[in-house]
Every structure is written in structure tokens, then in C-alpha cells.
């Protein structure tokens, strides 16, 4: 990994300055000047007056708390796996006014942020309004310095349209999988004295008989955790992957106060389970029927719903008879949004009852075909519109399309019947 | 010259069959050992050396197959013969087995496992020959939970890789309709019970076809709704001896085990036959209920598509009807209100939406869309939502104390 050694020695030093809101600053500005590297333009500060000023004020105030409390520069907390990239672009991830703050580095005084809201009150006004405008988590705000910026090798920012969005993309026309739960994994990297935990902690279970863990639980976000005497946490119950990191961080806090010497490190997204609602019934022998050879087990004996494991992406979809489909197994959310997508294409191809075979026998080609099509075309313009890609293929179905855009309106189509039990077929 | 048999002392293949005395023998023509020595030997050493072994009592591949694998390989076969399966089954179930077996996965299994397999691998069989056959029947053979056979079986074709069809519903009315002991008079069945075999089981076929079509039996277990197309079409064929008789009656009648579920499928199937039943003139005039449905099966099943299509829309018809109406209703309203009355009159009820059961019922809880959060996750946590979490070093100490007092108290009642 490209400058691992060096991001060590800054995530010990943003670790200190998280874990001691009271250590001497003396050492942050010369540490802080190779993160920010006179290379980067400086141009950023004009840049960031184009912004509007409308969107500082109501920032205003969470910038002044921030001012006392290192949790706004903890760049430590920065999800491994984007680190190799930069340890830039992974912060650009956040979309924080700390990141904006950082990158307006020619104010390094900025990062002083210890010594109570004074200097932070005074290290706000210093910077120009417009700085802070840039916590606007808007596309727009923060394209315009991304091309100055990946000019400079220090601070490469990705096109931020890759990060996961906070709101579903707007192209995700028609179905929009809701994140349910999402579990995640940290490392405290320091060993936990479980009984004293469970001793100094309201929140908490411990049964060491039963498991091996103690069983924390906080109510804003509300999620439960498991944390274990490696110091290795799992954190379950988020709502999303902010979410879900930000009760991480919580429970890191939690077990930190306790007199623990916390880091945070390695926190991943292991599981995203979604729901969602095609809101039509789907006929599921026969869809079981055509996607045999993709690894679909239909088995009503045991299990009402179909479960669907999909190759590309790696997920399982259960696919029920009422129309509501559950997603598990994704690692990011914005895989769940094109997946809503691609699995209504899947299965757009089945209308009402009776009509089925027509349909099927008019789809030219497989629909996992479509699917891996769409993943392939994903993965190399990762904002392309799911729809466009469609047209782009040119041979679907046109009732495909047709569903699309009249929301599964179907033409009146021949209603033949279906020799039912006829070679075992249950129609 | 035997080959392939060697000394065990120098390992060389020259043994020579000679006899001492009257005993034979076969030596080692290098070091003189005697290999074997008459009927003082095993009949594994005796194969191993190529002698002679009466077929009977040859351990033949039996050397290479551990003893729980040739245990569960005989199950395998007395399996498929208490279900009367044709022989090639047996082979293929047993060929299944082998290959399972190769896999460490398998080969680790617990013995409940392996049991287990047994059934997943005539089940296999079935599947792929179309036989009918449910888990249910598997699991209740083999004394089994329906967890660990769904667990081993789900394995097993994941394993294997193997490409098992869908239970072939049509056979398995068939199989299972047959099992009810009504078609032949007895002493536990009065007269009117009993039925003809070909004319229940062609009415069965029927209803189950009907079910299939609006939506009962997909996600759904197959046997129940093939139980209460079996009871049905059993009532129908003689409605006025048989309504008295209830579902569950009428199962202990047939000596069959009524499953849990059936009797909502029986409610199911009753409400379909009602709304088709309105659809038909002279039936409408009757006002039915679910009862006196039963008399009229026969009619609505011989029109059953039409009345269908009648009875229920789905989507489209729904789409359409509103576009006419929405389209339509700025001109020639009065031309279009009279058609639709007329069509209105044909139709008195609106026609319900063929939908599975389980989007027809309301929803149990609403499902509030969940307001977009601007978490970041990167947002500074206060200090005093953390300590909220923490107990005082007095609250401490009082749980110490609550916590030694109840131990106290439990070990009292036991004295050492």
C-alpha cells in the first residue's frame, strides 16, 4: 500500500489529538505540513468563495462545536480500504466541512483546534465564509475544485459523483431498495477487560457462559454491538453506512471513556441487507423455470420465497410471491440501487398471469445476460443511467421498456392458456 | 504365478502354491515365507493374494468403502425399496451418494447428517424422474427434523452442483389422492363417503388447476391445497350427503394426516369458487355463501377460464378501464356512463384484483418511508451522550453490592 508508513504515523497522531483534546500542539503543524503539502494549490481559497454563503450559515453552528472537539479532524477514522487510493480521496468520502477545512490548508491554524471555542470561534471567522461554504454536500460545489485539485498528486480528489450518495441516485427510476440493516466490524486494537465493561456500563450484557462477548447497545443511532476481548467490535442495526460508522465511532467513544486506549481502526462494511417492492405479483415456479441455470432454488416445502443468487454483483435476493424482494450479502449502497433496477429488468419481463410464455419467448436474450451487461457497463462509468444502458443495448424487450416508463402497464396481449401439468410444469 | 500379491517379509512376487502335507500353502519362493496356510487365513488375505474366494463371502469393494458409508449405501437401497421406486432410481440415488461421499464436507458430517443424506439423494432421484415425492414424507421415514434435511439437502445441491427440477404437482395429486383409503367400501365408511377413484381425482386436478391460476399455491407448501381441492371436489360429487362432513373429518375418514394449513386453503379455494360464482347468472340469483358453493362446482369448474377472466382483473384490465374512463369522461360522457352500465350490470361487483393472498390482505404495520438522514458519519459525538451510556462509581459500587447479594442468595439454598 502506497504511503502506509506515512498514514501511520498520521493516524497515530490524529489518534493522540482525538484521544487528548488537551495535548500541546506544538507537534501537529510540522506533522500536518506533509499531509498538506505545499503542493497543493493554493488556489483552493478562492475557489471556495464562489461558494454560496447561504450554505455557511447553517453549518455555522456545527463548525463551532466541532472547534472544541477533535472528532473534526480525526482523519484516523478513515476507512482502510480507500486509503490505499490517497488518504485524500478517502477523506473526500466524508463530505465534511472538516474535509473543506483541511484542504483550505494554508490556514493551518484552522487545525488548531484544541484550546477551547475561542480560538475556534476566531479560527472560523480568520477563514473566509466562504471556505466553510464548501461543507455543502452538493455535485456541484464539489466538482469545481476537483479538477485543480487532482492536479496536485497530494490531493487527488476522485469525482465525488462515486462516493455513495446520500440520497438514492435520481436516475434509480422505479425501485429504490431501503437499506435495512448494515453490519460493520472495527478494531480497537487494544484488549478489553470485558467484565469491567459490563460493570462501568449502563447499556450492556455480558453472560460469559452463553457468548464470549459483551452486548452493548446505544439508542441514537439505534444499533447493538458486540464487543469482544481482542478489542475487535461488529456493529449491527444501522440504517445506513454512515450510520453504521458513526455508531462504530460511538461505542469506541463509550469503551474510550471507559480508560481503555482505543483506536479506530480497519472499520468495514461487512453486510447491507435492503427490502424493496416491484408491487406486483410474481409468478415464481416460472421464474424459477428460466433462471434455473442461475443459480435459483425455488423449493415452496421450504421456503415460501425464491432465493436468487446472483453472480455479479455478489448478492442473494429473496424474491417472494407478493412482489417484495429482501438484497442481502452488498457491500455498498450504491449497488442496492442498481440492483433494484436490474432486477426489475429481470422480471419486468413477467405480466399478468397468462401472458407469461409470450412474454419470455419475445425476451432475446437471458436476463442474467442483461444483468452482467449492466454490471460490466456499471463498473466502468459507475453514474451511467440504468435506462440509457438499456436503450444503449438496443435489443431488449419492448415491453421492457414499455414497463418502464408506464409503470408496468402492459399492452393487452393474447391471453393463451397454458396447458398446466404438462411436463411437470406447475403454471 | 499370482501378480500382484507380494511377500510381507521381502516383498518379492514369486510365491508359489505348494502344498505341505496335505495342507496348501503358498510360499515365498525368495525367503520361504508362507503367505497363506490353508483355511488359517482371512478371506481378505485371501483376496489379497488372489486366491480364490467364494463370491458370497468376497469382501469385494467393500475394502475401499469405509463401514458408515456401506451402512448408509444399503439404506440407500432399502429406502428406494419401501417406496417402490423402479431400479435405475436406486443406482442413480446410489451414484449420488458415492459423490457426495468424496466431498471432506460430507465426509466430516455428523452420523445425523449422513443419515440425512440418505433422503437428500433418494430425493435427488425422484425430483429428476419426476416422481413425486415431498420432504415431508422423506423426513417422516426417516425420522428426521425438516431443518437438518433442509439444511443437508440445500447443501447437498449446492455441493454437487446439481440442476433438481420442481415437485411436478399434477403427479402428485395423483400419488397423494390415491392414498385416501375412500375409494372402497369398509366398515369405518358409510356408503355415501365412498367415491370413484377416476372421477375425484379428475375434479381434484381441476381445482388444483384453478388454484394454481389465482395465485394459492405459489409459495406455498403443495400438499395442503391439494388436500382441500381433494376435500372439495370429494364434497361436490355428492353434495347433499357430504356437507355435513368437515374437513378434518373427512381426513380422519380418508386416514390421512390433515396438515395445519389446509383448512386456510379451504377458505381461500371457497372465496375464489364465490367470486366466480357471481359471474354466472343463474348463480347469482342464489346468493351462495361458502356452503352452497359446494353444489355448484361442477359448472364453475367446466367454465372455469372464462369466469376467470370474469371475475377477477388483474393490471391491465384495471389500466384500461381507468384510461377509458379518464380518457373518455371529458366527451360523450352520457355514451360512455350508459356502456359502462350495462357493463356495470353484467358485473355487479367490481371485479377483485387476482392477487396472491398475501398482498390482498391489509398491510399488518405501515411501512413509514424512512426520512432521509444527513448523517455523515463523521459528526463529532458529545461527551455527555456518551456518559449517558456510563454508571457513576456509586452506581458502580451499589451493583456490586446488588450483584453479591444475589449470588448470596443463591448459594444458600444449596448447602455444600
Known amino acids: 500500500m502506497v504511503g502506509s508508513p506515512l498514514m501511520e504515523e498520521e493516524e497515530d497522531m490524529y489518534l493522540d489529538l482525538f484521544l487528548d483534546p488537551y495535548t500541546v500542539q506544538d507537534a501537529f503543524p510540522p506533522a500536518m505540513s506533509h499531509l498538506f503539502s505545499p503542493r497543493a494549490p493554493l488556489d483552493v481559497y478562492p475557489l471556495n468563495l464562489s461558494n454560496p454563503e447561504a450554505v455557511f450559515s447553517p453549518h455555522f453552528g456545527g463548525v463551532k462545536e466541532t472547534s472544541s472537539d477533535f472528532s473534526s479532524v480525526d482523519l484516523s477514522f478513515l476507512p482502510d480500504e480507500l486509503a490505499q487510493d490517497s488518504k485524500d480521496q478517502a477523506v473526500t468520502g466524508n463530505r465534511h466541512e472538516t474535509e473543506q477545512s483541511r484542504k483550505t490548508q494554508d490556514q493551518q491554524c484552522q487545525l488548531q483546534l484544541p484550546g477551547g471555542e475561542d480560538s475556534g470561534l476566531s479560527l472560523n471567522n480568520g477563514s473566509s465564509p466562504g471556505s466553510h461554504a464548501h461543507l455543502y454536500p452538493g455535485g456541484a460545489a464539489f466538482n469545481q475544485p476537483s479538477p485543480e485539485k487532482s492536479s496536485s498528486d497530494s490531493l487527488p480528489v476522485a469525482s465525488i459523483v462515486s462516493m455513495t450518495p446520500m440520497n438514492p441516485v435520481p436516475e434509480c427510476s422505479g425501485i429504490v431498495p431501503q437499506l435495512q440493516n448494515v453490519v460493520s466490524t472495527a478494531n480497537l486494537a487494544c484488549k478489553l477487560d470485558l467484565r469491567k465493561i459490563a460493570l462501568s456500563a449502563k447499556n450492556t450484557e455480558y453472560n460469559p457462559k452463553r457468548f464470549a462477548a459483551v452486548i452493548m447497545r446505544i439508542r441514537e443511532p439505534r444499533t447493538t454491538a458486540l464487543l469482544f476481548s481482542s478489542g475487535k467490535v461488529v456493529c449491527t442495526g444501522a440504517k445506513s453506512e454512515e450510520e453504521s460508522r458513526l455508531a462504530a465511532r460511538k461505542y469506541a467513544r463509550v469503551v474510550q471513556k471507559l480508560g481503555f486506549p482505543v483506536k479506530f481502526f480497519n472499520f468495514k462494511i461487512q453486510n447491507m441487507v435492503g427490502s424493496c417492492d416491484v408491487k406486483f405479483p410474481i409468478r415464481l415456479e416460472i421464474l424459477a423455470l428460466t433462471h434455473r441455470q442461475f443459480s435459483s432454488s425455488y423449493e415452496p416445502e421450504l421456503f415460501p420465497g425464491l432465493i436468487y443468487k446472483m453472480v455479479r454483483p455478489q448478492v442473494v435476493l429473496l424474491i417472494f410471491a407478493s412482489g417484495k424482494v429482501v438484497l442481502t450479502g452488498g457491500s455498498s449502497e450504491r449497488w442496492l440501487c442498481d440492483l433494484g433496477q436490474r432486477f426489475r429488468a429481470c422480471i419486468s419481463g413477467q405480466p399478468a398471469e397468462g401472458t407469461l410464455e409470450n412474454h419470455l419467448s419475445k425476451w432475446n436474450y437471458s436476463s442474467l445476460s442483461l444483468v452482467s451487461t449492466m454490471v460490466q457497463r456499471h463498473n466502468q462509468q459507475p453514474d451511467i443511467n440504468p435506462l440509457s444502458l438499456e436503450r444503449n443495448l438496443g435489443k431488449s424487450s419492448p415491453y421492457s421498456l414499455k414497463a418502464w416508463h408506464r409503470g408496468y402497464r402492459r399492452t393487452k396481449a393474447t391471453r393463451t392458456q397454458i396447458s398446466g401439468f404438462a411436463g411437470g410444469t406447475c403454471l | ?416
Open chain 2, 1 to 416: 504365478m499370482p501378480s500382484g500379491s507380494r511377500c510381507p517379509d521381502c516383498g518379492s512376487s514369486e510365491l508359489v502354491e505348494d502344498s505341505h502335507y496335505s495342507q496348501s500353502q503358498l510360499v515365498c519362493s525368495d525367503c520361504g515365507c508362507v503367505v497363506t496356510e490353508g483355511t488359517l487365513t482371512t478371506t481378505f488375505n485371501d483376496e489379497g493374494n488372489l486366491r480364490e474366494v467364494t463370491y458370497s463371502r468376497s469382501t469385494g469393494e467393500n475394502e475401499q468403502v469405509s463401514r458408515s458409508q456401506q451402512r448408509d449405501l444399503r439404506r440407500v437401497r432399502d429406502l428406494c425399496r419401501i417406496l417402490k421406486l423402479p431400479t435405475t432410481f436406486e443406482d442413480t440415488a446410489i451414484s449420488y451418494y458415492q459423490r457426495a461421499y468424496q466431498l471432506s464436507g460430507i465426509r466430516a458430517a455428523r452420523l445425523q447428517k449422513k443419515e440425512v443424506l440418505v433422503g437428500c439423494c433418494v430425493l435427488i432421484t425422484c425430483r429428476q424422474h419426476n416422481w413425486p415425492l415431498t420432504m415431508g414424507a422423506i423426513c417422516t421415514l426417516l425420522y428426521a427434523d425438516l431443518d437438518v434435511f433442509s439444511g443437508t439437502y440445500m447443501q447437498l445441491v449446492k455441493l454437487l452442483g446439481l440442476d433438481v427440477p420442481a415437485l411436478c404437482l399434477a403427479d402428485l395429486v395423483k400419488s397423494y389422492c390415491s392414498s385416501f383409503r375412500l375409494f372402497q367400501a369398509s366398515p369405518s365408511i358409510p356408503a355415501k363417503y365412498v367415491e370413484d377413484k377416476d372421477k375425484m381425482l379428475s375434479r381434484t386436478l381441476l381445482l388444483v388447476e384453478l388454484a394454481n391460476e389465482t395465485w394459492l399455491v405459489t409459495g406455498r407448501h403443495p400438499l395442503p391445497v391439494i388436500t382441500a381441492a381433494t376435500f372439495l371436489a370429494w364434497q361436490s360429487l355428492r353434495p347433499s350427503a357430504r356437507l355435513t362432513c368437515s374437513l378434518a373429518q373427512f381426513c380422519k375418514l380418508a386416514n390421512v394426516d390433515l396438515p395445519y394449513p389446509a383448512a386456510s386453503r379451504l377458505q381461500e379455494l371457497l372465496a375464489v369458487l364465490l367470486r366466480m360464482a357471481s359471474q354466472l347468472a343463474w348463480l347469482r340469483v342464489l346468493k351462495l355463501d361458502k356452503r352452497t358453493v359446494v353444489k355448484h362446482i361442477a359448472d364453475l369448474l367446466q367454465h372455469r377460464h372464462m369466469l376467470v377472466r370474469m371475475a377477477f382483473r388483474d393490471g391491465t384490465a384495471e389500466g384500461e378501464t381507468q384510461k377509458q374512463q379518464q380518457g373518455e369522461q371529458g366527451q360523450r360522457e352520457e355514451a360512455e356512463d350508459s356502456t359502462f352500465d350495462v357493463l356495470e350490470r353484467k358485473r355487479p361487483a367490481s371485479p377483485a384484483p387476482l392477487l396472491p393472498p398475501c398482498m390482498l390482505k391489509p398491510p399488518k404495520r405501515s411501512h413509514p418511508t424512512p426520512s432521509v438522514s444527513a448523517v455523515t458519519g463523521d459528526e463529532n459525538i458529545s461527551d455527555s451522550e456518551i456518559e449517558q451510556y456510563l454508571r457513576t462509581p456509586q452506581e458502580v459500587r451499589d451493583f456490586q453490592r446488588a450483584q453479591a447479594a444475589s449470588q448470596a442468595a443463591k448459594s444458600v439454598p444449596n448447602p455444600p
